[in-house]
């Protein structure tokens, strides 16, 4: 008799409340699943995003280079509706034109811009080196806005705007800087 008046006292859970505690733990244990999986999508894409940030301050450094030597006149430092030489609306990003300048008139026919890895050897410059086009890998564009300033006609603002795909993603980087007709 002294086993009945245990088994009455004793309180333990049931197959449904069982059941369900499985069932919000798997949903737990999913939802962390699923956030690392994007999480890994996303930081895959590190590698397109320092090439953005590169290829947007290379057209930077392309207009005050071409500002400080002096290859183009500060009329020239304009979007082509303008009359300047850069180019409107977004363009594949290739290599520079004769003109040494990216993102100008003078670009058309130029090769696609590339990225060269070292191949299975470790070793940049060898055989195995896999060539990787920009426009291909990550579809990147490039658009060079260059604006005037209202009652400031010796400083232009210029907006560089790098669009590309990085895995199932579709990235933007805005780099956006002032320059002065004066070096």
Same mark, same amino acid.
């Given at each position: 008799?002294?086993?009945?008046? %245990?088994? $009455?006292?004793?309180?333990?859970?049931?197959? %449904?409340?069982?059941?369900?505690?499985?069932?919000?733990?798997? #949903?737990?244990?999913?939802? *962390?699943?699923?956030?690392?999986?994007?999480?890994? !999508?996303?930081?895959?894409?590190?590698?397109?995003?320092?090439?953005?940030?590169? $290829?947007?301050?290379?057209? #930077?450094?392309? /207009?005050?280079?071409?500002?400080?030597? =002096?290859? *183009?006149?500060?009329?020239?430092?304009?979007?082509?509706?303008?009359?300047?030489?850069? *180019?409107?609306?977004?363009?594949?990003?290739?290599?520079?034109?004769?003109?040494? %300048?990216?993102?100008? !008139?003078?670009?058309?026919?130029?090769?696609?811009?590339?990225?060269?890895?070292?191949?299975?050897?470790?070793?940049?410059?060898?055989?195995?080196?896999?060539?990787?086009?920009?426009?291909?890998?990550?579809?990147?564009?490039?658009?060079?806005?260059?604006?005037?300033?209202?009652?400031?006609?010796? !400083?232009? =603002?210029?907006? /560089?705007?790098?669009?590309? =795909?990085?895995?199932?993603? /579709?990235?933007?980087?805005? %780099?956006?800087?002032?320059?002065? =007709?004066?070096?």
């Amino acid at each position: 008799m002294p086993t009945n008046k %245990l088994a $009455k006292n004793e309180h333990g859970f049931t197959l %449904l409340e069982t059941m369900i505690a499985i069932l919000v733990l798997s #949903i737990g244990v999913l939802g *962390l699943a699923a956030l690392l999986g994007n999480g890994l !999508v996303f930081l895959n894409g590190s590698q397109a995003d320092f090439i953005a940030q590169q $290829k947007a301050a290379e057209a #930077i450094e392309c /207009v005050f280079t071409a500002r400080d030597t =002096q290859v *183009l006149a500060w009329a020239q430092i304009q979007n082509v509706a303008g009359g300047g030489l850069f *180019l409107t609306g977004a363009q594949p990003i290739t290599d520079p034109g004769p003109d040494g %300048l990216v993102g100008t !008139v003078a670009d058309s026919g130029v090769n696609p811009s590339t990225i060269i890895y070292p191949g299975k050897d470790g070793i940049l410059g060898t055989a195995d080196d896999v060539v990787l086009q920009l426009s291909d890998a990550y579809n990147m564009t490039r658009t060079i806005t260059i604006t005037n300033i209202v009652n400031e006609p010796s !400083v232009r =603002q210029i907006q /560089v705007i790098i669009n590309y =795909q990085s895995g199932r993603f /579709v990235r933007s980087y805005t %780099l956006t800087t002032y320059i002065s =007709q004066y070096s």
